[in-house]
C-alpha cells in the first residue's frame, strides 16, 4: 500500500499478490478502509472483472490514475481507485479484501509509528 509519493498524497496504490494459481477471479471483490477505531468504512474499489494473469505470485495493482506520473514506464493499473483512503485514516486503520456479500477475506491493519 502506498499513500503517497513526493509529498503528493493524490498518488495511491495497492498491490495484491496472488498466492495460487487462479485466484485471478476477483470480480466479486472490493477494497475497503476502514479508520483506527475499526469504523467508518469507504469502498476504495469495487472489482466488477477479472484479470487476465492467474499465475501463482503474480500481482493486481490498484492505483489513482495520476500513478502514472510517477513511474517510467509507466504503469497500467488493473482497477483505478474509486475513492481514495482519506488522509485521517492513514496513520492507523484497516484495509481488508473483501467478497461482495461482506466476508471478509483478509485484513491488513497498520500503524505508523514516529522514530
Not at 502506498?2 to 485466484?23: C, F, K, P, Y
Not at 468504512?41 to 505470485?57: E, K, L, Q, R
Request: glycine share 8%; charged share 10%.
Amino acid at each position: 500500500m502506498i499513500g503517497g509519493v513526493n509529498g503528493d498524497t493524490t498518488v495511491r496504490a495497492i498491490q495484491l499478490r496472488l498466492r495460487a494459481s487462479g485466484e485471478n477471479h476477483v470480480s466479486d471483490a472490493r477494497l475497503v478502509a476502514r479508520d483506527a477505531s475499526g469504523l467508518n468504512p469507504i469502498t476504495v474499489v469495487n472489482m466488477s472483472t477479472h484479470v487476465a494473469n492467474g499465475a501463482t505470485g503474480a500481482r493486481v495493482l490498484i492505483a489513482t490514475s495520476n500513478l502514472t506520473a510517477f513511474t517510467n514506464p509507466p504503469l497500467s493499473p488493473d482497477f483505478i481507485i474509486a475513492n481514495q483512503i482519506p488522509a485521517s485514516y492513514m496513520a492507523a486503520g484497516t484495509l481488508t479484501y473483501q467478497s461482495d456479500t461482506g466476508t471478509v477475506l483478509w485484513r491488513l491493519s497498520y500503524q505508523i509509528r514516529s522514530p
